[in-house]
């Protein structure tokens, strides 16, 4: 019995390391995914960046950014660049975030985003999700089309 309980034991072991080893996995565009929540899951992946692996929440993000968005951005190393760049790396572990609808469609969807940053500035962003309609499989997902630059708002001190 105890040889039993022993083996049980160092199996349970390294499933569990090797569960904490692997990379976790990133949430997939699916069709079932509403605009809102397309961003609330790339902000939130922003907000905590490192919290799963080194950059994970950017590859979040670029996980639902649309084709031809990603044509301007180029591929995921430069996206990284360019989020960790001035014009957007106030994103990155940023404190807290609002999303506010400001119009709709049933082929897209523009909000109003407000970041508190680590340093306590607030930045507002205009966030556009669109439907893809081409076949495949991004087939009536919803993807981010376009963030603004960023406009500051001041601190909240």
Known sequence: MLKKLQIIF???????SSISISKAELLKPTSDIKPTEVVKIQ???????????????????????????????????????????QS??????????????????DKWAQFEVIILDKEKIYHKFNWQVEKY????????????????????????I
Request: hydrophobic share 35%.
């Open 10 to 16: 160092k199996i349970l072991v390294i499933f569990l």
């Open 88 to 105: 957007y790396q106030m994103m990155i572990n940023h404190l807290s975030h609002t999303i506010t609808m400001l119009g709709s469609s």
């Open 43 to 85: 902000l939130l992946g922003l907000q905590k960046n490192d919290q799963d692996y080194k950059d994970s929440g950017i590859e979040q993000t670029w996980n639902f950014a649309h084709p031809n968005n990603k044509k301007v951005t180029g591929p995921l190393d430069n996206f990284k660049r360019m989020i960790k760049g």
């Open 133 to 156: 309609l081409l076949d495949g499989p991004l087939k009536d997902c919803w993807l981010t089309t376009m963030v603004s630059n960023p406009i500051s708002l001041g601190s909240s």
